[in-house]
Structures are given as structure tokens and as C-alpha cells.
């Protein structure tokens, strides 16, 4: 099955700095790659997705990379604020047969202001 | 917009006890998917529905079960419960066309005394 690697598993960055936070996925058959955000006891908010089709997207202060030769995909956030702190996973699944997303082990971010 | 419902929020059960989750999708939705989450850790998949049948099985335990109803709302049976159940419970909804987004609800909090 699917294996997911997220790192860093704890980023600590200054109000206004970037934060970039990458995963590694195994599964070739893969080609849906979205982004949660997930606050204490809340539940997981999609932010931004992509498909295998794109090698870029991005959504205002959010983008999210796609390297389908490498099998890897990363997240980039700029312009942080204190807001942005939560903890954010990676997930992978595939168009068709199992859909069911597998997660990275998530990424906590801390947005010091 | 309408989003997942899930209820009850909060569910505190005995060991050896039963339990039911149930989850009401987004309108038009007719993909759920059930997730367990323990602390500080990442969604496990147990189970996904399309169109009221089993469409994936994740790692639900032989004491879980569950089933989508004909107005799509699903339900998670859990029996035999045992410590280790403490968790949350996560439903999430999707249409079931070429990996839409999966949109997920409050949860459940699980709690095995």
C-alpha cells in the first residue's frame, strides 16, 4: 500500500518568514495530493490540493509543488502569521481503486510573532 | 455552506460496551469515508462507502462495522470496545467522481473508561 513521509515534524519560524514543509509518497499509481490543516481538537481543513496533471498550484499565501519523478510534493507558506500555527498534513490517494487517503504524519508549525 | 455532520461529538463508553457513530455527508455527496485519528497522531483510514456500497476497506477492526443508508448518511457500529478505541472518529465526505476533495466533520471524541 501507500507510505506517506512528512518532514519536518516541527517547524518553528518568525512572523512573516516562509515555511516550506515536504513529503515523500511510494505509491506510483498516486495522482491526488492534498493538504490538511488541523487545529487542537478541530478537524482537519482542507487548504490546497493537487493533481498529477500540475507541477504548481497556489492560492494566495499557499502553494504546493509536484514532482511526480521524484514521487515527491512539498507545501510552501509565506508571509506566516500567527494564525498559520497548527498542524499540517500531507495526504496522497489515487483517481481510481482506493481512494482513501493516506496521511503523512504531520507537521507542526509555530508562527512566533 | 452545509458541511459534514457528525454526532454525538462526545461519546464516553466502558470497556466491553457498543457504540454508534453517525455521520450526515454534505448534500449531494454520495462518498463518506471513516477515519480514526489517536492523539497526537495521524487519520488512520477504516472503511469508505460510494453509493450505499462498500468501496474500500482500511484498518476497521473485526468489532467495527458500518454501513451507508439510502439517504446516504452512514453509521459505524463498534462492539467489544476496549481501551485502545479511545480516539477521534472522523467522517468525510466527497463526491465520488475523479478524486473530489474530501471534506471532513467535527468528529467524534471517543472515550473508553
Known amino acids: 500500500g501507500e507510505n506517506v513521509e512528512q518532514h519536518p515534524s516541527t517547524l518553528s519560524v518568525q512572523e512573516g518568514d516562509s515555511a516550506v514543509i515536504k513529503c515523500t509518497y511510494s505509491?506510483?499509481?498516486?495522482?491526488?495530493f492534498p493538504w490538511y490543516k488541523q487545529e487542537l481538537g478541530k478537524r482537519p481543513q482542507l487548504i490546497i490540493d493537487?493533481?498529477?496533471?500540475?507541477g504548481e498550484k497556489k492560492d494566495q499565501r499557499i502553494a504546493v509543488t509536484l514532482n511526480k519523478t521524484a514521487k515527491h510534493f512539498s507545501l510552501h507558506i509565506t508571509e506566516t502569521q500567527p494564525e498559520d500555527s497548527a498542524v499540517y498534513f500531507c495526504?496522497?490517494?489515487?483517481?481510481?481503486?482506493?481512494?482513501?487517503?493516506?496521511f503523512g504524519s504531520g507537521t507542526r508549525l509555530q508562527v512566533q510573532p | 455552506a452545509a458541511g459534514v455532520i457528525q454526532s454525538p461529538r462526545h461519546l464516553i463508553k466502558e470497556k466491553r460496551e457498543t457504540a454508534t457513530l453517525k455521520c450526515y455527508p454534505i448534500?449531494?455527496?454520495?462518498?463518506v469515508y471513516w477515519y480514526q485519528q489517536g492523539p497526537g497522531q495521524d487519520p488512520q483510514f477504516l472503511i469508505s462507502?460510494?453509493?450505499?456500497?462498500?468501496?474500500d476497506k482500511g484498518s476497521i477492526p473485526d468489532r467495527f462495522s458500518a454501513q451507508q443508508f439510502s439517504d446516504y448518511h452512514s453509521e459505524l457500529n463498534m462492539s467489544s470496545l476496549e481501551l485502545g478505541d479511545s480516539a477521534l472518529y472522523f467522517c468525510?465526505?466527497?463526491?465520488?467522481?475523479?478524486?473530489?476533495?474530501?471534506?471532513f466533520g467535527d468528529g467524534t471524541r471517543l472515550s473508553i473508561l
Open positions: 468525510a465526505s466527497s463526491l465520488g467522481v475523479r478524486n473530489q476533495p474530501q471534506h
Open positions: 495526504a496522497a490517494s489515487r483517481v481510481t481503486g482506493r481512494r482513501a487517503l493516506t
Open positions: 493537487i493533481r498529477s496533471n500540475v
Open positions: 505509491d506510483s499509481a498516486s495522482n491526488y
Open positions: 462507502f460510494y453509493e450505499k456500497m462498500q468501496s
Open positions: 448534500p449531494r455527496h454520495d462518498t
